[in-house]
């Protein structure tokens, strides 16, 4: 496991250098993630169902909910209860409510866009729900986590496998995204060496541009994990990988200033290929409650 940063060029130094998260309660975290998602308010894309999914769910994140659905789809029935954790605007879960399947979807708070999707989509069951916390309701047949783990240290990783363990009933499925690519040598050089020095470049660049000092600004974004730690810390809980699939090889190069740039030359984006298919930013399991949990 490693603790993740992520480095821009700003004209203030603001730096987070305690690798903790900043904020204390359940609605301050919702409001920093919200804000890091680009808002969860409706005013763009809640004309129709069509618009919202052409935004939300086929040109958001480079493919990135593209293949959750897909691997959702395969992995779930629709006469399954399922419970989604972590469902932010819930694009994805959307889509499958619209396809019949029965999800309920949650977060830390109500997204402000729910007056909104609910017009849109019908009375959605969005319950506020903290995973760190033991849940309220069990034996569910299905829970699905989309971009969430990132967030969790060791001790809060453990106690989100306990509580999604005691969620399922025995035989259910957890659907986890494990969130960005794994912790290995090739994420280690873009987050460590790559996308610091390129950003120092640009501050040098702006400023002297700008006739502004700029500095680089270092912020705690959460931590990075190899298959292996997140699926042993799973198998702990009595969660047991059954089904893995993972993609999305360029997403990773969407960070920084230059790469982005770059990724429109087919040279370039051949050599970036290559290096991708070790850093898959989509990596997904499905893992079966195999007993009943009982904590050490
Ligand atoms: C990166 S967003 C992902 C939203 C959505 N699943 C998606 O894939 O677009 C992370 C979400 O996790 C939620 N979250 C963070 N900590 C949580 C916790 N302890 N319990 C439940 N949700 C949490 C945040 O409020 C935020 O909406």
Redesign the pocket.
Known sequence: MRIWYKFTAAPHNIVNKDGKNPTKN?ND??I???T??GG?NAEQNYDSRESFFER?LIQ??YG??LF?DKFLRENLTSNMHIL??????????LALIQDGFDVTC????T?DCMTETRSLFGDIDYQE?????PPKKIGYDAV?????I???NDD?LKC?FSNISDTLHVNGILLL?Y?AAPDNIWSFLLDNVYLPVEACAYAVFRTIKDRRLHTVTRTFHGYRRSNTEIEAAAANAGLELRAYAEGCYLVEFHRGYLLPKILGSSICKSVLSFIGRRMPYVRMGAFVRTRHFQPA
């Open positions: 359940d975290e919702f920093r993630h919200a890091l998602m969860y939300y958001e994140g990135r909910t959750y989604s954790i972590a469902s932010g605007r819930a694009a994805n879960e949650s977060d830390l708070k997204p729900i903290n995973v760190l916390n699905i986590s989309l971009s969430l990132y967030n969790f809060d989100f995204d969130v």
